[in-house]
């Protein structure tokens, strides 16, 4: 235990700079829009030239990159984010408005993806070059290939407008109490069964829509995995001791596991910024959706609070992922 702890000492430290370099590309990447946006606030070329140095001033704009960069930081910890001149409202509560409903179709995403993904992996392996391994072949190479938008409407087709099972578009009712802004959850821990019943439906195409090409992308990695451990010799060690197949197939899928958490991992965060097409053709108000309007109208305030919030997420997420490395195999601690 003092090893691990050592580690997540290790761990968090570099998580600050990390933090801090992820700041420092926001505001980098937010410099190269090619247009002023003060004008762009001030309502474009017919804009009046003292709104727009009041615009200037008010996100010091006229001060030089170093001096900027440190209102920004300042602004970040502190919790202001500014205002979107196109919602007037701060950035950060946009930010918590759209997100929770960003992370909840990322989350069941990323469940859909596991509970199948990985089954389908290890069957693909323990049944290599069979026909059931072909067709996981055929999976994988079909998510990889399939445009999400074409994937969205074809379900929509089928099992809204052919079959009437599911909802084509939308969020679904909101719970009675709301805790944490994820409509499944919260339905759920307030007993409000209708309103969870509703919300599962209307998550289920945008959900699956979202996880089919990660699925095949997990059930190669798992396959790849497991077929690595079970050539290894002391997989062949414990079968001819005898010991039951499920004890030996347990330290084979904890020997795989770290190749399919760094997957997951990296999946979680790409699901969060590949929710832009999938939001934008189930009408699912998210984060995706703000984030296409902040781009259309070169919102400066919502596009670095976007970036920055995703970025957050990818490198949150990484930590996860090395504590769990940490956990799963006692030799990455050293």
């Not at 209708?194 to 090409?213: D, K, M, V």
Request: proline content about 6%; aromatic content about 12%; some cysteine.
């Amino acid at each position: 235990m003092g090893e691990l702890k050592y580690y997540l000492i290790r761990r968090l430290l570099t998580f600050i700079p990390t933090i801090i370099g992820v700041t420092l590309l926001t505001f980098l990447i937010a410099r190269v829009i090619p247009a002023n946006p003060a004008v762009l606030w001030a309502g474009g070329i017919k804009a009046k030239p003292e709104v727009v140095q009041l615009l200037i001033k008010k996100y010091h704009l006229d001060k030089p990159p170093h001096i900027q960069y440190f209102y920004y930081l300042k602004d970040i910890f502190t919790g202001h984010w500014g205002i979107s001149p196109v919602t007037h409202r701060p950035v950060i509560a946009d930010i918590a408005t759209y997100f929770p409903a960003t992370a909840e179709l990322a989350l069941f995403s990323l469940f859909v993806t596991i509970f199948i993904g990985i089954p389908l992996g290890v069957i693909s392996a323990l049944k290599k070059d069979t026909w059931i391994d072909h067709v996981v072949r055929i999976i994988a190479i079909s998510g990889a290939s399939m445009p999400v938008f074409w994937l969205g409407i074809i379900l929509q087709w089928i099992f809204y407008y052919s079959l009437g099972l599911l909802p084509a578009t939308g969020r679904g009712i909101p719970p009675r109490i709301t805790y944490t802004g994820l409509y499944l959850l919260d339905s759920l821990l307030c007993g409000d069964f209708e309103a969870f019943r509703s919300n599962l439906q209307h998550i289920i195409l945008p959900g699956f829509t979202l996880a089919y090409p990660c699925i095949g992308l997990v059930a190669r990695i798992t396959r790849s995995s497991v077929l690595d451990v079970l050539s290894a010799d002391f997989i062949d060690y414990a079968r001819i001791r005898g010991l039951k197949p499920s004890f030996v197939f347990r330290h084979v899928f904890r020997n795989a596991s770290i190749p399919i958490i760094t997957i997951l991992g990296l999946l979680f965060g790409s699901l969060l910024c590949g929710a832009v097409i999938t939001e934008t053709v189930f009408s699912w108000p998210g984060l995706g959706t703000y984030t296409v309007a902040a781009i259309s109208n070169i919102d400066y305030p919502a596009i670095m609070g976007v970036t920055l919030i995703i970025g957050l997420v990818y490198v949150t997420v990484n930590l996860i992922v090395d504590i769990l490395y940490a956990i799963i195999d006692p030799r990455i601690r050293l």
